[in-house]
């Protein structure tokens, strides 16, 4: 399968930091999403990224494939920010099944 | 449109009792995903379905782990007999066959096994 490494592990904000999330894998994809988890579980979709950047408010993504890397910024931190945030990667060959990484764990302090 | 649902939101039982979740897809999604995710970890697949038919089993524990996705729409997971270490969110996700399309996460059922 393939690996993927998420960094930092913890991250720990005021509220209105801003903040970068890492995100490599271990081979080439074709399929890269960003997930927030909020405290009751929920998976909410962030960015489907696979190469490029998007933006959505206050949050925006890079990927760059060739170089096997994510980034996952996000300005002026709120309170609702807080939660897990996953990166997850796949592959054609894999008909979209995606492997995640540990995620890290963002809590935002008022 | 609407999302992915899943059924029971929280589920309790005794190790070596039997369970089932359920889950229905966003509809006209082909692919249909069952994963589980440990405390502290991200999900991991457990079994792949497209249309009615299994893609990818390979890390379903099939000893006591099973699915099935009849007519191609909704998908049960059942556990029998139910071990301590299956504790654990079980999440379901669709995908539309087409390429370059994300995958799309019911809220998951969280099972914990005493």
């Known amino acids: 399968g393939i690996q993927v490494e998420q960094s930092p592990p913890d991250l720990i904000l005021q509220e209105g930091a801003n903040s970068t999330l890492r995100c490599n894998f271990s081979?080439?994809?074709?399929?890269l999403q960003w997930f927030h988890q909020n405290p009751w579980g929920q998976l909410i979709n962030l960015f489907y990224?696979?190469?490029g950047t998007k933006q959505n408010g206050r949050l925006s993504a890079t990927t760059v494939a060739t170089e096997r890397y994510s980034l996952l910024y996000i300005s002026s931190s709120q309170t609702t920010d807080s939660g897990v945030y996953f990166c997850?990667?796949?592959?054609?060959?894999?008909?979209?099944?995606?492997?995640f990484g540990r995620g890290t764990q963002l809590t935002v302090w008022p | 449109e609407a999302g992915v649902a899943q059924s029971p939101r929280y589920k309790i039982i005794e190790k070596r009792q039997s369970v089932a979740f359920w889950c229905n897809p966003i509809?006209?999604?082909?692919?249909l995903y069952w994963y589980q995710q440990i405390l502290g970890q991200g999900p991991k697949l457990l079994i792949q379905?497209?249309?009615?038919?299994?893609?990818?089993d390979s890390q379903l524990p099939k000893d006591r782990f099973s699915a099935e996705r009849l007519k191609g729409v909704d998908s049960t997971l059942k556990i029998q007999p139910a071990k301590l270490e299956d504790s654990a969110v079980y999440l379901c996700?669709?995908?539309?066959?087409?390429?370059?399309?994300?995958?799309?996460f019911g809220d998951g059922t969280r099972l914990s096994i005493l």
């Open positions: 509809s006209g999604h082909a692919t």
């Open positions: 990224i696979p190469s």
């Open positions: 081979d080439s994809v074709n399929n």
């Open positions: 996700a669709s995908r539309d066959a087409r390429s370059n399309q994300p995958q799309h």
């Open positions: 997850a990667v796949g592959r054609g060959s894999t008909l979209g099944r995606l492997y």
């Open positions: 379905f497209q249309n009615n038919g299994v893609v990818d």
